[in-house]
């Protein structure tokens, strides 16, 4: 059974976005994708197993650049300084206990009433931002405790589809046109179009 929001948060009105700690996606995350006895056991996140990830809802998507945001991560970095910075710091401390490395936010009304696919596909795009560090040769990184170096990352693949067009596929591009030709794994849709994420990085 997947985590569903808090009925509290699609009930009320808010007249402005709520924002809440979602800790049972985090659990459903680790035994389902991340464990190797989870159902969706995905290979690709082995590097997430002790990754400092926290979840939170959002009441509501946003619009940004034209695109419905369903999905965001981020590292967490704090750009301001002095009583702004600890009041930033005090929230995270108050939610989560700590201040932690990575949040995965997740539009709460979305995913009240996506489907099991569509919900388990944002979760894990987004899980996808986040990868290990390779040092200058293309080897993993790792820090001083030997667990793996991490940050945020882009897609394997962008590029425009009139490039493509006119030019021809790059290597990325073919790789993922022999992917797609393949059957899923799990299911079949896109929700590249509603990653806050992707939308950040895009010119």
Same mark, same amino acid.
């Given at each position: 059974?997947?985590?569903?929001?808090?009925?509290?948060?699609?009930?009320?009105?808010?007249?402005?976005?709520?924002?809440?700690?979602?800790?049972?996606?985090?659990?459903?995350?680790?035994?389902?994708?991340?464990?190797?006895?989870?159902?969706?056991?995905?290979?690709?996140?082995?590097?997430?197993?002790?990754?400092?990830?926290?979840?939170?809802?959002?009441?509501?998507?946003?619009?940004?650049?034209?695109?419905?945001?369903?999905?965001?991560?981020?590292?967490?970095? $704090?750009?301001?300084? %002095?009583?702004? /910075?600890?009041?930033?710091?005090?929230?995270? =401390? +108050?939610? !989560?206990?700590? @201040?932690?490395?990575?949040?995965?936010?997740?539009?709460?009304?979305?995913?009240?009433?996506?489907?099991?696919?569509?919900?388990?596909?944002?979760?894990?795009?987004?899980?996808?931002?986040?990868?290990?560090?390779?040092?200058?040769?293309?080897?993993?990184? $790792?820090?001083?405790? %030997?667990?793996? /170096?991490?940050?945020?990352?882009?897609?394997? =693949? +962008?590029? !425009?589809?009139? @490039?493509?067009?006119?030019?021809?596929?790059?290597?990325?591009?073919?790789?993922?046109?022999?992917?797609?030709?393949?059957?899923?794994?799990?299911?079949?849709?896109?929700?590249?179009?509603?990653?806050?994420?992707?939308?950040?990085?895009?010119?």
């Amino acid at each position: 059974m997947r985590p569903l929001p808090p009925k509290s948060m699609m009930e009320e009105f808010h007249v402005y976005t709520r924002i809440e700690p979602a800790n049972d996606v985090y659990d459903w995350v680790n035994s389902q994708v991340l464990d190797r006895d989870g159902e969706l056991y995905n290979q690709d996140h082995s590097h997430l197993l002790d990754a400092d990830i926290k979840f939170m809802w959002a009441s509501s998507s946003f619009e940004k650049k034209g695109r419905v945001v369903l999905g965001q991560c981020e590292e967490v970095a $704090f750009r301001v300084g %002095g009583w702004q /910075k600890a009041r930033l710091e005090q929230q995270m =401390v +108050e939610w !989560f206990g700590r @201040v932690p490395q990575f949040i995965i936010t997740l539009s709460a009304d979305y995913c009240s009433i996506c489907t099991d696919l569509e919900f388990c596909a944002l979760v894990e795009h987004e899980l996808y931002h986040i990868a290990q560090k390779l040092d200058e040769f293309g080897s993993p990184k $790792f820090t001083q405790d %030997g667990l793996p /170096k991490l940050g945020v990352r882009s897609h394997d =693949v +962008e590029e !425009f589809f009139g @490039v493509v067009r006119r030019y021809g596929a790059t290597e990325e591009v073919k790789e993922l046109i022999s992917i797609a030709k393949e059957a899923p794994e799990v299911g079949s849709l896109s929700i590249a179009r509603s990653c806050g994420t992707c939308i950040m990085k895009l010119a």
